[in-house]
C-alpha cells in the first residue's frame, strides 16, 4: 500500500469528517462537520457557526481527535491534532469547498459572515483502507 497515495486519496475524496473536542465541562464531544484538505500545507479547514458550543470547546482546549466519515467500505484517516481559528475566512476559501462539496455554495451565500474558519494542524495520521491495511504516516 502506498499510504502518502491513499492518505491524499481519501482526504480528498471523503467530505466530513466526526470531529471530537474537549467540552467546556472536560468530558468529549464528538460532531460531524465538513472539511476542506489543502494538500500543499497538510492542513484540515472547516467553518463553524460562531455561537457554536465548539467555538467556546476550542478556545478553552485546542486539543482535537477526527476521523474522516468513510464513502466507501471502511476507508478512512484518523489523527489526533490542534484547532485554531484561521486568519483567513471561508469566502477566502469558497471555491475549495465549494469544488469538494457543490452545496456548500448555499451555505456560504446565505450564512458565510456567520461562519468562523478553523485549522487543524496534525503531524500523524493512521491511514485504513479495510481490517488488513491500517498504517500511520508521518507528514
Known sequence: ???????????????????????????????????????????????????????????????VAFTTIPTNGNEHIKARGIAVRSKKTVFDLADCFCDKIPDYENTIEHAGNLLLLYEIHFKTATVTLDLSNIQTITL
Open 1 to 63: 500500500m502506498d499510504t502518502l497515495k491513499e492518505f491524499q486519496r481519501i482526504m480528498t475524496t471523503q467530505t466530513d469528517l466526526a470531529l471530537s473536542t474537549v467540552g467546556t465541562d472536560g468530558n468529549p464531544n464528538v460532531r460531524i462537520v465538513n472539511y476542506y484538505f489543502n494538500p500543499k500545507n497538510n492542513i484540515i479547514y472547516f467553518a463553524t457557526f460562531k455561537d457554536n458550543k465548539k467555538v467556546q470547546e476550542i478556545d478553552q482546549n485546542q486539543n
